[in-house]
Structures are given as C-alpha cells and as structure tokens.
C-alpha cells in the first residue's frame, strides 16, 4: 500500500504510468527467532484475529532478556550463545507483489488524476488485486515458527498506518 500511495501521490502522467511493466514489490524486514532460546507457547484468544490461526496453535516467543537477566546468566554461563539473549538472530524479508495487469495500470492512473488524502479507500482496492499479500507471508512465518506474533503485530502497524507526504492514516 505505501508504495502505490507513493506512486499516485506523485501525480505522474498518465502515459509514463501506462508504461509500467512487470510488477511492484514492497518488502519489509522481520526479526527471525533464535532457534536455540526460543520456547513454544499456545496462541492465545486475543491473537486469532492477526495470525488467523486457531486459539491453542503453538507458536514461538522469543525468550528477551534484561540487562540485568542478561549480566546474570553470563555470570552463570547459561547466556545463549546464538542471539546473546536478545530472543532473535538475524532477520527474514516478507514481501508483496503487484502485478501491473491492465485492470492496475487502469485504477492506477484514475487514482493518480484525482489524488488526494481522502482516496485512500482506493488504493485498498488496488492492493486487493495483489498477487502476493505481505500480512499473509507474515502469518505463513508466525505459523512456521520462523518470527513471532509481537513481530506480525508490527508488520501489520506498519502496513495499516501508511504516510502519504507527512498525512498519518
């Protein structure tokens, strides 16, 4: 979303966007849990709704530490070797692809002719149209156990509040 937001806030003609090829990706960075501290625990009632898994599914939580926890265990030589008791090592790309199909390329330059902040209802039917969706790829790494559902809960802040030329939605 914040792409095309970006796109049609640009207000470019629409000849240049007719020649659009192949697609629009979008791509954010989600922490990747580490696989020697991290625990399983159930999913919890208030969490269906973001994962759209079913209450009780396992899911991993990474195990973050304190300072002070962390001072402790190195003392005590029980300080995770692999993320140093930060819960995660390293990170994983979740990405979204559009597809400039004729009906996109279309909606596309309509949005751009009469941009505003007030339009923003279509650039959602835009991204209805997407091939791959980024919160979908998130909930496929929370399920497989890869990133945890604090991390999903961020993608998700970050794709629904979008900023378009410093307008918070």
Known sequence: VDALSRIAAM????????????????????RRNCTECSSTRPLGEDEIDLTRLLVGTPVREATCLTAFE????????????????????????????????????????????????????????IQSLLVLNMLDYGRALVRD???????????????????????SF
């Open 11 to 30: 207000k470019q003609p629409s000849h240049k966007l007719v020649a659009l090829k192949g697609g629009l990706i979008a791509q954010h960075l989600m």
């Open 70 to 125: 962390k001072e402790v265990r190195l003392r005590e030589g029980s300080l995770c070797k692999r993320c140093q008791g930060a819960g995660y090592k390293g990170r994983v790309a979740v990405y979204e692809l559009l597809a400039f199909s004729e009906e996109v390329k279309t909606r596309l330059i309509a949005l751009s002719e009469n941009f505003s902040i007030d339009n923003y209802h279509a650039v959602l039917e």
């Open 145 to 167: 156990g890869i990133t945890t559902v604090s991390e999903l809960e961020k993608l998700r802040c970050s794709i629904c509040s979008p900023v378009w030329d410093g307008y």
